[in-house]
């Protein structure tokens, strides 16, 4: 089994509607990261999180909230999605501090 | 912002060739790493370089970093078709740990 894992794979929502991106991870790590990637810039930091009581916002959080329901769980919400929102979004883990990230497989969301 | 970029921006080459990519970063760093993307997939790390490193290995993989000139360089030796990805690098600036991605390069290996 995978140690990262993102629910749903994929998403298409309206604009508006609130949408929530689930993560799970099994490496036992404290380090979760939520990430967007756009064509041709690379990984974007939305928000992380170093332990459950710890919750850091990134370079973009703006129209992000995060919910850290326990170690191995990292849900990144879009109270309203607006278009540009469209991405792919990127859960991942760390055991130190600037190591070694893993990834999640991503979900592809398209906000029309 | 981003802190690293990477050069070329896309990279093709045919199978058994080396490939080089190169990254440059702007502040001062702990370490830096180097990720690969199949497409629309996850990143998968490959090899971590820390700062007082000059140069590591990894299987047919050689890193290279000079922190005097803020780049790094990551070669590719014997291309296989299955190294046809995008490749990233990352820095972790010495303020606060976090990983800055650079855009990466798209590398096409010709069979």
């Known amino acids: 089994d995978a140690d990262v894992t993102q629910t749903p794979r994929n998403r298409i929502t309206k604009t508006g509607k609130r949408i929530m991106l689930e993560c799970s991870q099994t490496?036992?790590?404290?380090?979760m990261y939520w990430y967007r990637q756009d064509p041709g810039l690379g990984l974007r930091l939305i928000y992380y999180?170093?332990?459950?009581?710890?919750?850091n916002k990134g370079e973009i959080s703006d129209g992000y909230s995060v919910s850290r329901q326990a170690q191995a769980k990292f849900s990144l919400s879009l109270e309203s999605a607006i278009p540009n929102q469209t991405a792919l979004y990127f859960c991942?883990?760390?055991?130190?501090?600037?190591?070694?990230?893993?990834f999640g497989p991503g979900t592809r969301l398209t906000v029309t | 912002s981003q802190q690293g970029e990477e050069d070329p921006q896309a990279l093709s080459i045919q199978e058994g060739e080396n490939a080089t990519m190169n990254c440059s970063y702007k502040?001062?760093?702990?370490?830096l790493q180097w990720y690969r993307q199949n497409s629309g997939r996850g990143l998968v790390h490959l090899i971590l370089i820390r700062s007082n490193e000059r140069e590591k290995h990894s299987g047919r993989l050689r890193v290279t970093l000079d922190t005097s000139k803020k780049s790094s360089s990551l070669l590719i030796t014997a291309s296989r078709a299955a190294d046809t990805a995008s490749y990233f690098c990352?820095?972790?600036?010495?303020?606060?740990?976090?990983?800055?991605w650079g855009a990466g390069t798209k590398l096409i290996i010709k069979p």
């Open positions: 502040t001062s760093i702990n370490n």
């Open positions: 990352a820095t972790d600036a010495r303020s606060n740990y976090q990983l800055i």
């Open positions: 490496k036992g790590h404290d380090r």
């Open positions: 991942a883990t760390s055991g130190v501090a600037g190591g070694e990230q893993y």
């Open positions: 999180s170093f332990d459950v009581k710890d919750i």
